[in-house]
């Protein structure tokens, strides 16, 4: 049982690493793509986990409506 327990917390520790750095990550694809200057802010951060959480749902929910 530990070591589920154990597992859970890696991939809740993983969930949370990712929701943090991932849109960092998109900031910077965009930056380089484009050429843009976008600045690495909370703001800025708060504007792209929207971005990207909107788009990840919509996804989801597109897959679930086609099986």
């Known amino acids: 049982m530990s070591d589920v327990k154990n ?3 890696f991939v809740g520790i993983v969930a949370l690493a990712l929701a943090i750095f991932l ?3 998109f900031i ?3 930056n380089t793509l484009f050429g843009l200057s976008i600045a690495y802010g909370f703001w800025e951060w708060l504007a792209a986990f929207c ?3 909107f788009l ?3 996804h989801i929910n597109s897959f679930k ?3």
Do not use: A, D, E, K
Request: glycine share 0%; hydrophobic share 50%.
């Open 28 to 30: 910077w694809s965009i």
């Open 23 to 25: 849109p960092f990550i």
């Open 56 to 58: 990840s749902v919509r």
């Open 51 to 53: 971005l990207t959480s």
């Open 7 to 9: 597992l859970m917390v």
């Open 65 to 67: 409506n086609n099986s």
